[in-house]
Each structure stands twice: as C-alpha cells, then as structure tokens.
C-alpha cells in the first residue's frame, strides 16, 4: 500500500488586481505522484514553485481546487495519520507555554493516553525518541536552541502516532553542524518506527541524504520525478541539470546555472513553462507543452528535448 497517492492536484488563488479584475494564480496545477511506505519522496524546486503550498493540502491546512489526496488509501480526513513538521519551529509553538504543555495538547486533543500518569510517560517517552531529556519538560521555546526546538516539533508531530510526516524545509533555519544531527535523527526515527516522509526543501544536500524518490518542481508542475540517485546522478531536465550546477561539491559534470527570473504563476508562459529560461529552448518549447513522459529508465521527464540530453 502507498503512504500517500496524490491525483492531479491543483491549488489556484483569485486574486484581486488593481483594475479590480479576478487574476488566477496558478500554484499547483496538477500534479500526481505517490509515496509508498517507508519510503522518502523530496520535492525540489526554488522558492515560489507551489512545493509548501502542497505539503499545506497534505495536512489539510488548505484545500485542494481539484484533485484527489489518499492517505494510506483513505481519501477522508484523518489528521493523526499524517502530521507536520514545519520550516520554522518558533512560530509553530507557542513561546508562552512549556514544552511539557506543547507535547500533551496533541494527547488531550485526540483523547490518547488518558490520565496524568500515563500522559506524562508518553511525553517522556517522545522526548527520548528525539534524544532530548526530561530536563527540557518545564523550558519555554526562548529557553531552548533552534536545533532542539526542532526535535521538539518533530516529537510533537509523532505524538499522536502518524504513518506520514509532511517535513517542510525542516532543516533551513539550521545551522550546518545541527542539519547534520537532525538528518541523522529523521533517518534513525524512519527505520525505527516505519515512517514515511515527504520532505519540502531547496537544500539539495538534504535532500541527497534522506530521500529516496525526488519529484522536480518548477511553476506548479513537475519536470522531472525518479530515484534519487537516479536523478542527481544523471538529470534529464535542463532544470533539473541548473538546479544541480548551483551545489558544489556534487560528484557530476557541471551544467548551465540559473539565470532570469520566475515567470509570474498569474500567467505561467505558454509551452513548456522553463522555456523563458532554459539554455537548450528551440521554437517548439514555446507552443507545444511537454507531457511528463516516463523514459526507458524508468523516471519521469516533461521535455520536448529529453531523448537528446541522455
């Protein structure tokens, strides 16, 4: 069985310009993917493609304007099979309560492990999976570093025992050394309690060390979706190849770096949306729009020029 099955999923914001007209932007317009168990899918892509506006209609904090979400086969609303843990963990908690507080309101919330006692052992049993110590219990969020606070998240999104963990740039506002300690622990707590994960980032190392199947993102769509070593070894999208030549240190032939700015998601570019921006762009990208089309390989490029960058 899949984690997650996601179904040409599609967000679209009206917005009001300043004639007054409705403008429709386009932050996810149909996508399909699926994650299944025990398995990390990391969805890449610069700031602005529509990756944090999927991961919010994972976790259903908006609605998808078509579509269809299957959690462990079920398309209804079940908020403890899949939680999130976000970018930022001082705005996700509340800095006037303890973290004793923060652990136990999941538990009131969902009505598990009844009665002081029991409560108080799970939350210490959450703290030890994190590798943070009852000491911690009575500290309010300014007390603590920004690292530990994220194992604080982490431990109260598994709180009340999730399949999936929607982690959404959960490493960026680390330094190196702790992105390095929480990886290891998202790594260890996968194996250990059988988790799925589908991990947001524009951090292309992270995304090396934890996933397992990397999905491409650009303007609301896929272009590129496969394993991981598969894709960072051999990228078959010119965005794929640019994202890519940014990160030093990849055991790979450089490519062309990024240059230009994001076409507006109000009116995406006709064609293949990278078109505007791509180095190997010919006159049929601007008129014909690319199907993501499964390759000999087994992954998935939307190019019209895919077979000539094998």
């Known amino acids: 069985m899949n984690a997650v099955t996601v179904e040409d999923l599609e967000k679209h914001y009206r917005i009001k310009s300043g004639r007054g007209e409705d403008r429709v932007v386009h932050a996810v317009d149909g996508v399909s993917f699926e994650v299944p168990e025990g398995r990390t899918l990391s969805i890449i892509g610069e700031s602005g493609c529509g990756k944090s506006t999927i991961a919010r209609m994972l976790v259903r904090l908006a609605d998808p304007t078509g579509g269809r979400i299957l959690i462990q086969g079920n398309d209804g609303v079940d908020r403890r099979a899949i939680q999130l843990v976000s970018q930022n963990p001082w705005s996700a908690l509340n800095r006037r309560k303890s973290i ?172 293949c949306r990278f078109h505007t921006r791509c180095p190997l762009a010919v006159d049929a990208c601007s008129r014909t729009e690319p199907e993501l089309r499964r390759e000999e390989d087994g992954r998935l490029v939307a190019c019209l020029r895919a077979d000539e960058l094998r």
């Open 100 to 271: 004793r507080h923060a652990l136990e309101q999941p538990l009131a919330v969902h009505g598990l492990h009844p009665g002081r006692a029991a409560r108080a052992a799970r939350v210490r049993e959450l703290l030890e999976l994190v590798g943070l110590t009852e000491e911690y219990l009575d500290r309010r969020p300014g007390g603590v570093s920004g690292g530990e606070l994220q194992r604080v998240t982490v431990a109260r999104a598994l709180a009340v025992e999730p399949r999936v963990l929607v982690l959404d740039e959960p490493t960026a506002s680390l330094d190196v050394s702790v992105k390095a300690l929480l990886v290891n622990l998202l790594l260890d707590l996968k194996q250990r309690l059988g988790l799925s994960y589908v991990l947001i980032t524009h951090e292309i190392d992270i995304a090396r060390h934890l996933a397992d199947d990397v999905a491409v993102m650009y303007l609301g769509r896929f272009v590129e979706k496969g394993p991981a070593e598969q894709v960072f070894s051999d990228p078959r999208h010119p965005y794929t190849r640019a994202l890519l030549a940014a990160v030093p240190g990849l055991d790979r032939e450089p490519g062309v770096p990024l240059t230009g700015e994001v076409p507006s998601a109000v009116s995406p570019p006709a064609g």
